[in-house]
């Protein structure tokens, strides 16, 4: 049978120009504004009663090696980066170790609190403005308690073993300190000998770990990294509930983590196919983290399978034969619905377990060491699917370890992974589902259909949505959630909605040449159909439905990529960009103009706040009436009050999503028919960091810019590529098809 696979017409373009840069000049001091003056002399007595409170109990309070943690809590109005209390903190004996909750955790010794109440008792003019921020001090212990009562139910979520053990994640306290770090990890072989452990996934890197459970008795924990580094993590199988809070209040431990294993979120309608599909020789391969392949309608399909992670006994084989089947044929088994043709062969890694198995617990670790060897073994599948999500919803603040690690392997082999929102049972919270909470991933969202022609609709209401930790933008995308699938079943969730992006994830890798993830997300993340950019927590962007090609461009379109390795205290700025003349009427931009842009972040994990770095984009136009460049989409200097920004402007968020459709009336005069594109970097939390990680650390990040007459008839994509000549070039691979003769 032919190879129905497109041929390019209008290849996306890549940018081959390079950017100007400009070294960015420190702006002046901090100043006590008259909201914070307003509030000093309150914040200042309260502090210093605090502080000599904490005194007064030192003796009595958990502490390692007479260093104790302490959380700072700041106003709701100073969670801005520039509120870092250096000043204040910068006495002996007293460092910032974590951002946390809205503040700071604080490691103190007996005379660094009597440092710090001096400090403030008298202060300097920057320590005035510290101590304008500080809403409470308390020991780290009790906000952990309290905040361990008000989320206890998530212990019953915790797996349990044959042995009614409960299996918990915990991350060990962030001290700075050699000697506080070495107390903690005496203290934790003691405490916990009769306890069962699985080594941290560190011990075990080159070999694959066993799941045979090992008394923590005896064993020498190795829990910090050499010098002022990320905690590590440690699996523990624990008798009692209880000994959680047991830990929390020991000071021993930051934060912990029920350990539950990734499990299928089953509840188009169309007929049976009526035979094998197309010949799949040269599809595509899309590794599907599931319960396995054990059907044998698509077996000609399958490119290759690992070594299990889970027996058959234990697998989830049921969904993933369902998942399996959708990666391959996805749009004849819902024939009913437009879904792109877009076949793909499978590489089956069976990992996703039943929910009635009580057996070790396939853990985070387990699962991404798996991965590790696997994508290292099969180069060519770029593309990874797991419809597969916990059974409770994603931390407010924190992000949960799989998703920590799966975006680290993915970024190491430079693959893509899909991950499905996850599925909530009514009165649960409508919030994503770990490993959802992965800022590498899509993240896919299910989607209704509506109206004639089973057009794409509202949210699926089974369908987790809303944000991640720390307002993390997932969903990314959303698209049909219900399917018939393998077995004649007519199942609804977000895992039905995932395969859909995979494969289209999938070809995209194959139609671009020097593929990288990132691209290819924007790439698909610029063909979503929800208008303006807007982000919506329920369908994420919408679905990759606005170009039926990502990799393509209809002719009144052009889409144009790049990428950089950019540095903090530096600006870039990709000038003369055409505006192709189509789009200019009476002298006005007129048409739709979208920037994506998508950075591969700095993350930190000895607190909340997870990513340490951010990308500020923007477009700028000269107008008639100015020599200068002014703002089109984007800021420069943006005002807006932090925790709004946060929410509204992505900020501190990977992915910028920017657009504005220009009319006669509302675009403005162009002075020159071209633009410009500048970004530049910022870094929070500095003190995690050494000064010359923070000057030297290149950060890549992509950009997708789109230019769209409204005219459907325009030729704007060749006028684009005449106006820039040299500067681009096609970033399409040609794809010859082939003719079947066969009648």
Same mark, same amino acid.
């Given at each position: ?18 950017p ?22 309150t ?10 409170? *904490? ?8 502490? #390692? ?7 700072m809590?700041f ?8 509120h ?20 700071y955790?604080?490691?103190?010794? !007996? ?5 710090l ?5 008298n202060?300097?003019k ?25 989320h ?5 979520q ?9 299996w ?5 306290a ?8 070495n ?13 069962? /452990?699985?080594?941290?996934? !560190? ?9 045979? *459970? ?19 993590t ?34 188009? +309608? ?23 392949y054990?059907?044998n309608?698509?077996l000609?399909?399958?490119?290759w ?11 989830d084989?049921?969904?993933?034969? $369902?998942?399996? +089947? $959708? ?9 009913s =619905?437009? /879904? ?45 699917? %797991?419809?597969?999500n916990?059974p #409770? ?5 924190e ?7 799966? +975006? ?14 996850g599925?909530r ?16 991933? %899509? ?8 109206? =004639? ?10 369908s ?7 307002? @993390? ?22 895992? #039905? ?5 995979s ?17 290819v997300?924007?790439? /698909?993340?610029?063909?979503?159909? %929800? ?25 009144? $379109? ?36 979208? *920037? ?25 136009? =000269? ?7 002014t703002? =089109? ?22 992915v910028?999503?920017?657009e504005?459709q ?13 633009? !410009? ?7 929070r939390?500095? #003190? ?7 000057r ?26 005449? @106006? ?20």
């Amino acid at each position: 049978m032919a190879d129905n696979r497109p041929v390019f017409n209008n290849p996306a373009l890549r940018l081959t120009k390079s950017p100007s840069e400009q070294k960015i000049r420190a702006t002046g001091g901090r100043k006590l504004e008259k909201q914070r003056a307003e509030r000093y002399e309150t914040c200042r007595r309260r502090a210093y009663e605090r502080v000599s409170r *904490l005194l007064d109990q030192f003796s009595t309070l958990p502490r #390692f090696s007479e260093r104790m943690l302490v959380w700072m809590q700041f106003y709701h109005d100073s969670a801005a980066p520039s509120h870092t209390p250096n000043e204040l903190c910068g006495v002996s004996g007293c460092q910032i170790t974590a951002p946390w909750r809205g503040g700071y955790v604080i490691e103190l010794t !007996e005379q660094g609190l009597r440092n710090l109440r001096g400090r403030i008792d008298n202060p300097t003019k920057q320590a005035q403005i510290d101590i304008s921020n500080i809403l409470n001090i308390e020991p780290f212990t009790s906000a952990l308690q309290r905040e361990y009562e008000r989320h206890s139910d998530l212990a019953s979520q915790a797996y349990r073993d044959a042995e009614n053990r409960i299996w918990v994640r915990f991350t060990v306290a962030p001290y700075i300190s050699t000697d506080s770090q070495n107390a903690v990890c005496s203290y934790l072989e003691d405490v916990l000998r009769d306890a069962w /452990i699985l080594p941290p996934a !560190e011990e075990t890197l080159d070999q694959p770990r066993s799941r045979d *459970l090992v008394p923590a008795q005896g064993r020498t924990l190795t829990l910090y990294d050499a010098g002022r580094s990320q905690p590590k993590t440690l699996v523990l199988g624990l008798s009692r509930t209880d000994r959680i809070s047991e830990l929390l209040l020991s000071g021993s431990i930051g934060r912990w983590e029920p350990i539950t294993t990734p499990r299928s979120v089953s509840p188009g +309608a169309g007929r049976e196919p009526e035979e094998l599909p197309y010949d799949l020789d040269r599809a595509p391969i899309i590794g599907v983290i599931d319960g396995g392949y054990h059907a044998n309608s698509y077996l000609n399909a399958v490119a290759w399978q690992s070594d299990k992670l889970v027996t058959d006994d234990e697998a989830d084989r049921r969904h993933g034969n $369902m998942l399996a +089947a $959708m990666i391959v044929d996805a749009t004849r088994w819902s024939n009913s =619905l437009p /879904i792109p043709d877009l076949p793909c062969r499978l590489g089956i890694v069976q990992a996703v377990q039943r929910d009635d198995i009580l057996v070790t617990p396939v853990t985070a670790e387990d699962l991404v060491l798996h991965l590790d060897k696997v994508m290292a073994d099969q180069p060519e599948t770029r593309v990874w699917n %797991l419809s597969a999500n916990t059974p #409770f919803a994603a931390h407010e603040f924190e992000v949960s370890e799989m998703p920590h690690l799966l +975006a680290g392997v993915c970024r190491k082999h430079q693959n893509l992974i899909v991950i499905s929102s996850g599925n909530r049972e009514p009165g649960s919270p409508d919030i994503i589902s770990p490993p959802a909470d992965c800022d590498a991933a %899509l993240v896919v969202a299910g989607r209704s259909t509506t109206g =004639l022609f089973e057009a794409l609709g509202g949210k699926c209401d089974i369908s987790r949505t809303a944000f991640g930790p720390e307002l @993390m933008f997932k969903p990314d995308l959303s698209w049909f959630s219900t399917h018939r699938v393998l077995g004649g079943a007519t199942v609804r969730g977000s895992s #039905f909605a995932a395969p859909l992006v995979s494969r289209l994830a999938a070809h995209c890798f194959e139609h671009v040449s020097n593929p990288t993830p990132d691209l290819v997300r924007g790439l /698909i993340l610029n063909a979503a159909d %929800l208008p303006k950019g807007k982000y919506d927590e329920h369908l994420g962007y919408g679905s990759p439905v606005l170009i039926n090609e990502p990799w393509n461009c209809p002719p009144n $379109m052009v889409i144009m990529a790049w990428s950089e390795a950019m540095r903090a205290q530096q600006s870039y700025y990709w000038t003369d960009i055409a505006v192709p003349p189509s789009m200019i009427k009476n002298g006005r931009l007129v048409g739709r103009v979208r *920037l994506i842009a998508i950075l591969e972040p700095t993350v930190e994990r000895a607190g909340d706040e997870y990513f340490s770095i951010r990308i500020q984009t923007n477009v700028r136009h =000269l107008p008639q009436d100015k020599e200068k460049w002014t703002g =089109l989409l984007g800021t420069e200097k943006p005002t807006t009050y932090e925790h709004k920004a946060r929410k509204e402007e992505q900020k501190w968020q990977p992915v910028q999503f920017l657009e504005k459709q220009f009319t006669e009336t509302n675009g403005p005069f162009l002075k020159e028919n071209r633009l !410009e594109v500048g970004a530049r970097l910022f870094w929070r939390h500095r #003190f995690l960091f050494e000064d010359a990680t923070i000057r030297e650390r290149a950060h890549e990040a992509t950009f997708v810019l789109t230019l769209e007459s409204s005219d459907s008839e325009d030729d704007t994509y060749n006028q684009f590529r005449f @106006m820039m000549g040299t500067e681009i070039e096609e970033m399409g691979i040609s794809i010859e098809t082939e003719v079947d003769n066969e009648e």
